[in-house]
């Protein structure tokens, strides 16, 4: 009975989250105390590479490419703001990623490329605007960005981004219940805690352009 229930410590002990959280902080509503902080060698981080996803529609009109990479580098800059903790520079990211959607013109899409985008520009519009409304409180931004993200993964995976975007993602974000994000480089910079536990996360897939 001793050697199951230390086995069984063992392995709870070895569920790794994100080292920085050696406090057992929080964060702006994301509780991190009940999350593991075992780090993982460099190595063993590293030993699965990321998976390249191929875009579902990789020839669509220019003009709606062009309005697309717009949309996506918004959204980067909102990424960013928040990694940054600064709210009112992604409220900014924000309201002009919601003008950007205004220019895409959706009589260029074919019809399934048009029921793509249609699944998911008015859940992009809302949060998007969501966080613009909130630029004095960072918790919600930080809440409204997670379905943002998961939206534009969806665009992005749809359409692309006009360039290669990383599908990274957080185990103690959302109240460790995780949450993804796309950024332009592979380096983690968290836009859910910001500077408290900037590199907590992994690079899962990436998505060419």
């Known amino acids: 009975m001793k050697l199951r229930l230390l086995f069984v410590t063992a392995s709870v002990l070895t569920l790794t989250a994100c080292d920085s959280n ?6 702006e509503g994301h509780d991190t105390t009940a999350a593991a902080t075992t780090e993982k060698p460099a190595a063993e981080a590293d030993a699965t590479p990321a998976k390249a996803i191929a875009i579902t529609y990789p020839q669509v009109d220019a003009n709606i490419s062009a309005a697309l ?32 959607l205004q220019k895409v013109d959706k009589s260029l899409f074919t019809p399934e490329q048009k029921g793509a985008y249609d699944g998911v520009a008015d859940g992009i519009k809302e949060h998007a605007g969501q966080i613009a409304k909130s630029s004095g409180a960072i918790a919600q931004q930080r809440q409204h960005f997670v379905t943002l993200s998961e939206h534009v993964y969806a665009l992005a995976k749809a359409f692309g981004g006009g360039r290669t975007l990383y599908h990274a993602h957080c185990p103690m974000a959302k109240n460790n219940e995780g ?26 897939e990436v998505i060419h352009k």
């Open 179 to 204: 949450a993804m994000w796309l950024s332009e480089a592979k380096e983690i910079n968290n836009p859910y805690f910001g500077a408290q536990m900037l590199e907590c996360g992994t690079v899962e």
């Open 22 to 27: 050696k406090g057992g902080a929080t964060h």
């Open 69 to 100: 990479k717009e949309s996506v580098d918004h959204y980067l800059h909102v990424k960013n703001a928040l990694a940054n903790d600064d709210a009112a520079e992604a409220g900014k990211g924000a309201e002009a990623m919601s003008a950007s």
